[in-house]
């Protein structure tokens, strides 16, 4: 237990330092690097996307073994037989970016087959590196994080979004108001893994959102078990695209 708990603080550091390392890269490049390269839909695609996927891959492999999975390049095998597989966002809250609003991050999660091992997001625009085990510890720039205890949906705070897959239809958008109504607050970022980061550090309460992404959320939902909360991860009939639920523990059991 005690070698397996170090092989996964080691695996934390290097997805710590390759978060940061694109971290840094995006808060110098913002201005200059925001050039649109596809623009499908209710999604935005920018080269700093591919940049940023570029440093973290190289460290990644320079590292480890393991399978890769991006968002911008999808999989990359690797050669490892520990079936271990990094999970990268190389920049979450692309739109908020693109017109100068700071609230986005990078994200690098490592999963073993369904769940998650470990995960990182790192907030280049507040210079805030969350990170945790799962299941066993949360930090927040190397100091313990908690879930909050809030225990009635009235009094709690969702944080909550519209993914590119989301239904918009009338029925869809009523469906989604009815799922919020029992809340006190409700919080849409553009950014799911800073809310599921929040969620971990007590900010807010409770992260729900439909048909998201495996790299949106992979390296948040570690963060929260490791910080106290639980998770229920859905997948659903699209590849990568999940519904997720997070929260405290005193929430998750009304669920």
């Known amino acids: 237990m005690a070698r397996e708990m170090r092989e996964l603080e080691k695996w934390l550091f290097i997805a710590e330092k390759a978060a940061y390392r694109a971290g840094v890269f995006l808060s110098r490049t913002k201005i200059k690097d925001n050039k649109i ?5 209710k999604d935005v695609k920018i080269y ?3 940049h940023s996927e570029k440093i973290i891959i190289n460290m990644l492999r320079a590292k480890s073994e393991f399978d890769i999975l991006t968002e911008e390049r999808g999989f990359l095998p690797g050669s490892s037989e520990k079936r271990l597989l990094w999970i990268v966002d190389p920049l979450d809250g692309t739109m908020n970016f693109l017109r100068g609003i700071p609230i986005s991050c990078v994200s690098v ?3 073993r087959g369904n769940g998650p091992l470990l995960g990182v997001i790192y907030d280049f625009n ?3 590196l969350f990170s ?3 299941g066993k510890i949360a930090f927040l720039n190397q100091r313990r994080i908690k879930v909050s205890a809030v225990s009635k949906e009235a009094n709690a705070v969702l944080c909550t979004g519209f993914p590119v897959n989301t239904d918009f239809s009338s029925s869809g958008v009523l469906k989604f108001t009815k ?3 029992s809340y006190k607050k409700v919080r849409l970022f553009g950014s799911a893994a800073l809310s599921l980061a929040y969620v971990a550090a007590g900010r807010a309460d409770v992260y729900h959102e439909n048909n998201i992404m495996l790299w949106d959320v992979a390296a948040g939902v ?3 078990t490791g910080a106290g909360g639980n998770v229920q991860i859905l997948p659903l009939a699209k590849e990568n695209a999940f519904s997720v639920y997070a ?9």
């Open 179 to 181: 799922q919020i109504q």
């Open 222 to 224: 570690a963060i929260i």
């Open 126 to 128: 507040k210079n805030e």
């Open 247 to 255: 929260s405290n523990r005193r929430l998750f059991r009304q669920k």
């Open 132 to 134: 945790g085990i799962a």
């Open 37 to 41: 390269r596809a623009d499908l839909g």
């Open 109 to 111: 999660g490592l999963w």
């Open 48 to 50: 700093a996307d591919l």
